[in-house]
């Protein structure tokens, strides 16, 4: 199993930019998909963005225009750049990892039992 371990969560203030980084275990498989989530206290977890091995792109509208995903392959590693802050972005952000993706399977973009592997989620605090 891939293993996940994400970084570069913080306390910040409204308004700010913050980049996430995940990195794998070992190299992904060639159609692979790799997301980010988060989780509010008291909430389910909430899909944000996700990036094929492509380098096609899916955002929630929650964060679309001011969250970009982004990978670098050579390095395994995903990031989440995270624009323009606000309150409601207070959470824990989690990578996960699924080993098989291509475009006709998005409808489980949303699902975290559709993702095979989890990090153990890095804290984003956003306050005024």
């Known amino acids: 199993q891939v293993q996940l371990v994400e970084s570069g969560g913080g306390l910040v203030q409204l308004g700010d930019t913050l980049r996430l980084s995940c990195v794998a275990s070992?190299?992904?498989?060639?159609?692979?998909?790799m997301g980010w989530f988060r989780q509010a206290p008291g909430k389910d977890r909430e899909f944000l963005a996700a990036?094929?091995?492509?380098?096609?792109?899916y955002y929630s509208d929650s964060v679309k225009g001011r969250f970009t995903i982004s990978r670098d392959n050579a390095r395994n590693t995903v990031y989440l750049q995270m624009n323009s802050l606000k309150f409601e972005d207070t959470g824990v952000y989690y990578c996960a990892y699924r080993g098989y993706f291509t475009d006709p399977y998005r409808d489980v973009l949303g699902s975290p039992d559709e993702y095979d592997s989890w990090g153990r989620g890095t804290q984003v605090t956003v306050s005024s």
């Open positions: 990036i094929s091995s492509t380098d096609r792109t």
């Open positions: 070992e190299r992904t498989t060639s159609r692979d998909l």
